[in-house]
């Protein structure tokens, strides 16, 4: 019954936000977010064309057989999940709160584009789509920062390299 009744919070915090722009902005302004000052960008060393793409979301996406995102812990999950590049899009789902994720339900490319992936690849664009991808919850607060940090994305970054993936496409919810 909590559990519940804090989804219908989340999800009606997040539809009222995503309607009323403003009113968003009058939240943020008294939140605080981390800003860095040393991102750590690559310059791609390679022709696009030759190039492996994985994809990373931070929308919540995760296969059906999966276990959903914690969305009862106000600090967020950490975790995340590993998605195979085969998927067929209906075996996929959204486990987040905190944003209207109502037409990605719809059409899960709006934030885990792995179709259109699949049609550079087709195309020629790129070379080859990584056999996996990643799928984080984007709400991540207090300890949970650290474990994703200093843990989690780097154990992903360490994935991603072992794969021999050249660009990464991050599609935030």
């Known amino acids: 019954m909590i559990s519940n009744l804090k989804q219908l919070k989340d999800r009606t915090l997040a539809k009222i936000f995503s ?3 403003r009113l968003f902005r009058g939240w943020a302004k008294h ?12 310059p791609l060393k390679r022709n696009i064309r030759n190039s492996r793409l994985a994809l990373i979301t931070t929308g919540g996406v995760r296969l059906t057989s999966q ?9 967020g999950d950490p975790t995340f999940r590993e998605i195979p590049s085969t998927i067929s899009i209906n075996d996929l789902i959204i486990t987040h709160n905190y944003y209207d994720h109502s037409d990605a339900d719809k059409d899960i ?3 885990f584009p792995v179709e259109r992936v699949q049609d550079l690849k087709t195309a020629g664009d790129i070379s080859d789509v990584n056999h996996r991808h990643f799928s984080f ?3 991540i607060l207090g300890k949970h920062i650290h474990t ?23 599609t935030p919810a």
């Open 19 to 21: 309607k009323n722009p």
């Open 109 to 111: 490319n709006i934030v």
């Open 67 to 75: 276990p959903s995102f914690d969305m009862l812990d106000p600090n």
């Open 31 to 42: 939140s605080t977010f981390m800003r860095f000052t040393n991102i750590p960008w690559t």
């Open 137 to 139: 919850m984007g709400h």
């Open 148 to 170: 994703l940090m200093n843990d989690v994305a780097p154990r992903v970054a360490r994935m991603l390299k072992e794969d021999c993936v050249d660009i990464v496409i991050l």
